[in-house]
């Protein structure tokens, strides 16, 4: 009878220890990993910090490598993939830099799971979808919608240079002399991917959506006279960019804008974040911004997300983590600070008080312009694209033969398997 009692008495106390442990959530490390280090990170911190609140008992890691569009965090990431250490959830961007590169080679775990049980199949945009998902699963969370194609500029600034916003690249080259014999560097530029960056934009407005398009569906070639144009442009474009380039940030060349050095910069919308929460400024007023030229009714989007990989050493934490991340609640949190609007449709961007007057603009861009996909930053093209796309902008930056380099951008195409 004493023993029963005992048993009794254990078994109590053991399910009363679980379901205490179940209350409390999950426990243990959380290893979060991105490129949102320094000026990009307050957007991720106050994240983290909410998530903490709600899961008291998960000490999370912001684990950081700096740079720019994550050119040195994808190699490290790469590594500790490759080496059998992946972190608890990384950033990833939705499209073929998710699929092509860690889902192809079944290191992600399927979130359908999570995506029924929290009602996101209906929650989030069906183009956004298709990005993160295969017929054998859905890979990520978005936490955001990003658009690359945004020029930057200080509205008084081109008052006092008497020079208007350009709708198109040939009024930017028109206007490009006037600048330059004010003292003022036309359009500033920074570092390599930078300047991938800018090609991107100049692309669009070449070859127009469907032909942007087309170069990743492999029905226009690099070859063609409208791609090999686009080189030309962007030849002529270079001509008007400062010299320092390669040793600048993304935000320093944003700073050339600010401070007054130089008239314009094309920079996706996290030039916003920064503009706002690093620097204070006031959107409209302190900034200003228009769609690159060329490419207005156009929204070049790209996405920011974050998956599971397998062998998660904390895969509830990172769960909750995904949980929270994909949520209109996260969403509100992080991208108002970010300089992106929510994915999640049931963001409330339309509260003034939230998004400021970029952001609506933004948001209004993305419900009605048509939507096309970054390079750079991952949405139409595999990896293997993207990175020999550097040894292709070398060709140019050397030679300024646009032949040349539409033929090396074309067999790079092949080579990975676009347009085959
Ligand atoms: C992009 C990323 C943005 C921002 C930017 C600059 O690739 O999607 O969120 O971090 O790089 O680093």
Not at 196 to 213: M, T
Not at 407 to 420: D, H, K, R
Request: hydrophobic share 45%.
């Amino acid at each position: 009878m004493k023993k029963l009692l005992s048993l009794v008495l254990v078994l109590s106390v053991m399910l009363g220890a679980t379901s205490l442990a179940l209350a409390q959530g999950p426990s243990g490390e959380l290893e979060i990993f991105s490129w949102w280090a320094g000026d990009e990170g307050p957007a991720l911190e106050a994240l983290i910090a909410r998530y903490s609140e709600i899961n008291p008992n998960v000490e999370v890691i912001n684990a950081t490598v700096t740079g720019g569009s994550g050119v040195n965090a994808k190699a490290v990431l790469k590594t500790r993939m490759l080496g059998g250490d992946p972190p608890d959830s990384f950033q990833v961007h939705a499209g073929q830099e998710l699929i092509g590169t860690w889902v192809v080679a079944d290191r992600m775990e399927d979130l359908t799971p999570l995506f029924e049980e929290q009602g996101w199949m209906e929650a989030f945009p069906q183009g956004l979808l298709d990005l993160i998902s295969t017929d054998e699963g859905i890979w990520s969370v978005p936490v955001n919608i990003h658009r690359s194609n945004v020029l930057w500029f200080v509205p008084s600034k081109l008052e006092e240079w008497g020079v208007e916003v350009p709708a198109s690249w040939a009024d930017f080259l028109a206007i490009c002399p006037t600048l330059k014999e004010a003292g003022v560097t036309p359009l500033a530029l920074g570092e390599n991917w930078t300047v991938n960056h800018l090609w991107e934009s100049v692309a669009l407005s070449i070859l127009g959506a469907d032909g942007w398009n087309g170069l990743w569906d492999g029905s226009v070639s690099f070859t063609s006279p409208e791609a090999v144009a686009v080189w030309d442009t962007f030849g002529q474009v270079l001509d008007c960019t400062n010299e320092d380039a390669a040793s600048l940030s993304w935000q320093q060349a944003t700073d050339m804008v600010v401070g007054g050095t130089a008239a314009f910069n094309v920079m996706g919308d996290w030039a916003a974040g920064y503009m706002v929460t690093t620097l204070g400024l006031v959107p409209g007023e302190g900034f200003g911004w228009a769609a690159a030229p060329g490419t207005d009714g156009v929204f070049m989007m790209l996405s920011d997300s974050f998956g599971l990989p397998v062998g998660a050493k904390n895969r509830d934490a990172a769960l909750a983590w995904l949980t929270l991340l994909g949520s209109a609640e996260g969403q509100d949190i992080f991208n108002p600070l970010k300089g992106s609007i929510p994915a999640n449709l049931g963001g409330d961007v339309t509260n003034g008080d939230l998004y400021n007057p970029y952001l609506q603009s933004a948001a209004a861009d993305w419900a009605s312009n048509t939507i096309v996909g970054s390079l750079v930053h991952g949405a139409v093209a595999p990896e293997s694209f993207t990175s020999n796309f550097a040894t292709v902008m070398e060709i140019f930056l050397t030679s300024r033969d646009a032949t040349a380099t539409a033929n090396a951008a074309q067999a790079v195409a092949l080579q990975s398997g676009i347009g085959a």
